[in-house]
């Protein structure tokens, strides 16, 4: 953000064609505060009375024209990107070359009544990663194997010939990278601060979730959060989404009383992953 392309990227696209968020609404059975507000998209002019996600949607012309408008972007961003392969392929350096593309966070175009990033859920850290380029022998495929950003650099060790430094805590994906069916880990780690911007309301409370992700589920911890001292304080509350039945993550099923051995598990392996 902002959303701002060449007219041509625009033009590309009919407001009317484009298809809206299905799950207009905050995951159920999760506490208001981890779907916060959009504080990104809130501070701009046009912007400033936003609905929260507990107060409803957007307007679906708004809806729309956001949605429209991030589509011209992510085209003008990948026009960019073609023009760096092309001079790559006429520099002749794409033979030895590795190329890595990611973004550090994935979006929202209006589901669970949210809009751009900040959360802990699937739909705003699933992010892209593609890599290509020499060595590369699954190009064009796409993998189902969880991996993280601390992947790339053994990643790029492993396939430059580096040795990986044994105090590195991601893993290589070379194996991913030549067959795309491989698994290298079995969880993927994230965490997000709720309560150090928005408005004076928002910012009474800091709270940190802390999330693990496994092939099928999403497992998120929230806790108290002391700025001072940077460390987490008092339990606050649970979410789990079983990504099987429930692939948008629309229920919270952590207070089901089936799920309470899972729930053991799970919490075991984000402590691990986050050394708690």
Same mark, same amino acid.
């Given at each position: ?81 073609? #023009? ?52 590369? /022998? ?35 994906? /070379? ?37 693990? #992700?496994?092939? #099928?589920? #999403?497992?998120?911890? !929230?806790?108290? !959060?002391?700025? /001072?001292?940077?460390? /987490? ?44």
């Amino acid at each position: 953000m902002p959303f701002t392309a060449p007219k041509k990227y625009w033009d590309m696209y009919n407001s009317e064609d484009i298809p809206l968020a299905k799950n207009q609404f905050p995951p159920k059975n999760s506490p208001e505060f981890a779907m916060h507000g959009d504080v990104e998209l809130r501070g701009y002019a046009d912007k400033h009375d936003l609905p929260k996600p507990a107060e409803g949607s957007l307007s679906e012309a708004e809806q729309r024209e956001l949605i429209h408008a991030y589509y011209a972007c992510v085209t003008y961003v990948d026009a960019q990107i073609g #023009r760096l392969m092309d001079e790559l392929e006429k520099s002749g350096l794409a033979e030895n070359t590795i190329v890595v593309l990611w973004g550090d966070h994935g979006w929202k175009l209006g589901e669970h009544n949210g809009w751009a990033k900040q959360t802990n859920y699937e739909i705003d850290t699933r992010a892209p990663l593609i890599i290509s380029g020499k060595g590369v /022998k699954s190009k064009g495929e796409m993998t189902q194997s969880l991996t993280e950003f601390v992947d790339v650099y053994p990643t790029l060790c492993d396939m430059t010939g580096f040795e990986i430094p044994k105090y590195l805590q991601g893993e290589s994906l /070379k194996p991913i990278l030549e067959n795309p069916n491989i698994i290298v880990k079995e969880a993927a780690y994230s965490q997000f601060l709720l309560g150090r911007y928005g408005s004076k309301e928002d910012r009474k409370t800091e709270r940190m979730g802390y999330t693990v #992700r496994t092939d #099928r589920y #999403r497992y998120v911890e !929230w806790y108290k !959060w002391n700025p /001072k001292q940077k460390t /987490k304080g008092d339990f606050i509350t649970r979410e789990l989404f079983d990504h099987k039945t429930d692939p948008q993550e629309n229920s919270n099923i952590a207070d089901v009383s089936e799920n309470k051995e899972l729930i053991l598990e799970l919490s075991k392996s984000l402590t691990k992953g986050f050394i708690l």
